[in-house]
């Protein structure tokens, strides 16, 4: 993550302890029915706050300073039923690297409080998703183990003003802060627009699936008895 961790902030060595105590990031688990968390990441280089709802009907408020990746997260929250909040600022005039990457952070640190110890969830989850030429699988283990595998080739490098390559940091940050293992793969498209639309899509669903309770379930799903 191109060691920049000034001023405190979300990150954590692999299967460390929770971040909360760092300067910079508070996490909370709200009460109530539905699995949802409200996290606050602030640095020298950005500041995002961030009100997630895991069991929601996927409306959102998004404002990151950067619009390609608020019309993503918008895209994310409806086809992954998330009621999420993003309001986020940074220093989008050095790049948008700093606000897309810690975008990723904060809403992957969310998605961790949001599901706790993952007891009764189905762990697994996976989408196919077509944008007319596009086709994009997205497969998502919330195991524990942060591990991106990214088979994307993008055919031009921007999406208007939006540098495409930032897509592949987004999912490396957010995935290594939940926690989970995602495999993306790109089988053929030709406008990047498409194809990073049918991946945030594909990305909603399968996290969808994967969230969802088992009613069959008792405890985690896993023989180690821990996620
Ligand atoms: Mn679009």
Request: charged share 25%; net charge positive; with cysteine.
């Amino acid at each position: 993550m191109k060691g920049r961790a000034k001023a405190g902030g979300g990150r954590r060595a692999r299967g460390g302890a929770r971040s909360r105590k760092e300067k910079g990031a508070t996490g909370e688990q709200k009460p109530g029915r539905g699995r949802r968390a409200a996290v606050t990441r602030a640095t020298r280089e950005t500041n995002v706050q961030i009100e997630l709802q895991v069991d929601g009907a996927g409306t959102s408020r998004i404002t990151t300073g950067v619009p390609f990746l608020d019309h993503m997260l918008e895209i994310f929250a409806r086809h992954g039923f998330f009621d999420l909040t993003v309001t986020g600022s940074g220093d989008v005039e050095v790049d948008t690297h700093h606000s897309v990457e810690d975008v990723g952070l904060t809403l992957g640190q969310a998605f961790r409080d949001a599901l706790g110890d993952k007891a009764g969830i189905r762990r697994f989850g996976q989408a196919t998703v077509p944008l007319d030429e596009a086709l994009v699988s997205v497969v998502v283990d919330l195991s524990g183990r942060p591990y991106l595998v990214y088979d994307v080739a993008l055919p031009s490098a921007r999406i208007g003003t939006f540098d495409g390559e930032l897509v592949h940091d987004f999912l490396q940050a957010f995935m290594s802060q939940v926690g989970m293992n995602v495999h993306v793969t790109c089988h053929r498209g030709r406008n990047p627009h498409h194809i990073v639309e049918a991946t945030f899509k594909g990305l909603a669903r399968a996290l969808d699936q994967a969230t969802q309770r088992d009613p069959r379930l008792k405890g985690v799903l896993s023989t180690k008895g821990v996620l």
